[in-house]
């Protein structure tokens, strides 16, 4: 009898220090989170940020080439709430604006084009506060098309810009592009043909930015918006034939790190894997991805149709620079994913904390079952897992990228289309519009308001120890579930096999239940299968094998937080 009872009080010794482990562990990681500060961008902008009033001594009205024979002759004389009204031609320019308040303005669309003919830098750079630009093309610049430049002073930022009907084609950079920018829109715009991102807000927060109803395809990503985030929202437009589709992201190589909070909102991201497009070694690595948040914080990605990806639907993943940034508390909400080739919902390893995925339609998922194992508002989303063959392929993208067999699409080759005539802004001969012309825009569903996130969230992965516990993490938050139910199932069958308490059909019966009904069939045997394994074995198997997983999972999850 003493013998028989080793195993029985071995277990009960093993589960108190089990819960003990876990009741420090909470204990602990509440006392390490209320240290945190929490990030928030603030409310949204509540005012229009109407355009100054002109001089009335002076004409509203300064017209290009009546007036001034160029645009930058007009800008350079233009007052605070001055419009340059520009009509149709070719101008071979490189406009640079230090007035601010001012509007730019051409008469038609697609006749009104700025021509860079590959040597000038950019068609209009912007150094100045409450710019608007609208209605005019630019093309063939060796830089950009439209560029709000904001300079490198973070605590000094431009304030106000707005660019609205523009059409931007095969730049050498950017094609529509605020820096260091805050509070600005871009609206019913075009870009193609542009080896870096068809539109892009980087190195600001808040942004309190809207981009909406804009077109970007042929580029080597749709969207890129390095540390960026902050009431920034990125809603009702069509993101195709890219390399990559919406790709906000998080690099050293700007001030500010990293991207976070972020709204991605009701758009169309179909077919981004253009191989064709024009592009630089660094947006290569991702190639057939949707909607992805490399080294992203805080972001909702929701209500958007994503379909026809070669690789991704939409995708959380770490992005490496000179640091690793481990992605966390984004949030998959409600969109409707279809036909990527590797995984519609892809959470990649190691990441930090929070990720989660909910209410999506979906085929595919890596790791499988993404929704039942990180559902949103749920504790297990505070787990961290991911598929860990993702970040690999993708390094591996990036090193082929940079060798010399990559030979990607220049931006001045005639491979790239030449998009369709784009419709005319209305009322081009009407007043100066304010720089927010629908401030409804900021409005999103309730699950659409990005979350709150810790100050710890925004420092990159320290090397060393803490990024051993992020790839522990990886295994216990999804290869270990897995290895444990396997065993279940791989101990269950010995045993049936071995079992001579129970009859042939029997046996049969049991077999059924524990492949059909997923880890509460082998449970179910373990307990009422009059197995002939030992209780106690049977019970540390199937309760203190998982305690221990839960322990050794919130251990790991709490040493990784220290990382911040």
């Not at 589960?15 to 603030?42: E, R, T, W």
């Not at 897995?482 to 096999?497: C, E, K, M, N």
């Amino acid at each position: 009898m003493l013998r028989k009872n080793i195993p029985d009080q071995a277990f009960l010794r093993l589960f108190g220090l089990s819960g003990l482990l876990l009741l420090l562990m909470g204990l602990l990681a509440g006392c390490a989170s209320s240290s945190n500060q929490q990030v928030s961008p603030g409310p949204f902008p509540s005012q229009p940020m109407a355009m100054p009033a002109p001089d009335p001594s002076l004409s509203p009205i300064l017209y290009v080439p009546e007036d001034y024979t160029t645009i930058q002759g007009a800008v350079d004389a233009a007052h605070p709430g001055q419009i340059v009204s520009i009509a149709p031609g070719i101008y071979h320019e490189a406009v640079r604006v230090k007035t601010s308040g001012i509007t730019i303005r051409g008469l038609d669309r697609n006749q009104v084009i700025l021509e860079g003919d590959y040597k000038l830098p950019n068609a209009i750079e912007i150094e100045s506060n409450q710019v608007v630009v609208e209605n005019m093309t630019a093309r063939h610049y060796a830089g950009n098309g439209f560029y709000w430049d904001g300079g490198e002073d973070t605590s000094n930022p431009l304030i106000g810009y707005r660019g609205s009907y523009l059409t931007a084609i095969s730049n050498g950079d950017y094609g529509i592009y605020a820096f260091n920018a805050q509070d600005g829109m871009f609206d019913h715009d075009y870009a193609s043909g542009s080896p870096d991102s068809g539109f892009y807000i980087g190195q600001c927060y808040p942004c309190n930015a809207i981009i909406s109803n804009v077109t970007s395809e042929w580029n080597a990503l749709g969207y890129s918006g390095t540390n960026a985030g902050g009431n920034l929202i990125i809603r009702d437009s069509v993101w195709d034939n890219n390399m990559s589709g919406i790709l906000p992201n998080t690099l050293d190589s700007e001030k500010n790190p990293p991207e976070h909070q972020t709204t991605i909102y009701n758009n169309l991201v179909y077919s981004n894997n253009n191989a064709k497009a024009p592009a630089k070694p660094l947006e290569y690595a991702l190639i057939g991805t949707g909607i992805g948040l490399p080294g992203g914080n805080g972001n909702v990605v929701i209500d958007n149709t994503v379909r026809d990806q070669q690789n991704y639907g939409i995708i959380i993943i770490g992005n490496l620079d000179d640091n690793f940034w481990v992605a966390s508390d984004n949030r998959i909400i409600g969109n409707t994913v279809s036909n990527s080739g590797v995984a519609d919902l892809v959470l990649s390893s190691p990441t930090g904390t929070g990720n989660c995925f909910s209410d999506n339609t979906a085929d595919s998922s890596l790791p499988p079952l993404i929704q039942q194992k990180y559902p949103c508002d749920s504790g297990l989303a505070q787990l961290q897992g991911g598929d860990l063959g993702i970040t690999p392929v993708v390094l591996s993208r990036f090193i082929y990228a940079r060798s010399g067999s990559f030979h990607p699409t220049k931006y001045n080759d005639p491979l790239v289309p030449t998009p369709p005539a784009q419709p005319d802004m209305l009322n081009s001969d009407g007043p100066a519009l304010p720089i927010f012309t629908d401030l409804s825009l900021f409005n999103v569903p309730a699950a659409g308001a990005t979350p709150n996130i810790d100050s710890s969230d925004l420092t990159p992965l320290a090397s060393g120890g803490i990024a051993v516990f992020h790839l522990l993490l990886a295994l216990y938050g999804d290869v270990l579930p897995i290895a444990l139910y396997a065993a279940w199932l791989s101990v269950g069958f010995w045993d049936l096999g071995r079992n001579e308490k129970l009859s042939s059909g029997v046996k049969l019966v049991w077999m059924a239940v524990m492949v059909v009904i997923p880890i509460l069939g082998p449970i179910a045997y373990f307990f009422f299968g009059r197995s002939a394994l030992s209780r106690s074995f049977r019970i540390m198997f199937v309760v203190g094998a998982p305690v221990l997983f839960l322990a050794m999972a919130g251990l790991l999850t709490w040493v990784a937080s220290m990382s911040g």
